[in-house]
């Protein structure tokens, strides 16, 4: 897949979903919170490539500048 279907993959089935229940993740634990930006560290690692063990920063770092 290329890197632009893989966004559209992703924000179809994981961003959206965020988007949607924004508004409940106020009433969220710190627990809850945790495993969701864990979710979202997984699908940036889809999207640029990164492995499994690979820290998302550097890729968003090194991606976004």
């Known amino acids: ?16 979903k965020v ?3 924004n508004s409940l993740l106020a009433a969220c634990t710190q ?4 495993k ?4 979202l ?4 690692r889809v999207i640029l490539g ?3 063990y690979d820290h998302v920063t ?3 770092r090194d991606d976004m500048h």
């Open 31 to 34: 627990q809850q919170t945790d």
């Open 58 to 60: 550097p890729l968003i």
């Open 1 to 16: 897949m290329t890197r632009e279907s893989t966004k559209t993959v992703v924000n179809s089935f994981v961003v959206s």
């Open 50 to 52: 990164g492995s499994k």
């Open 41 to 44: 560290n997984c699908a940036t």
């Open 19 to 21: 988007d949607y229940c």
């Open 36 to 39: 969701l930006q864990r979710v």
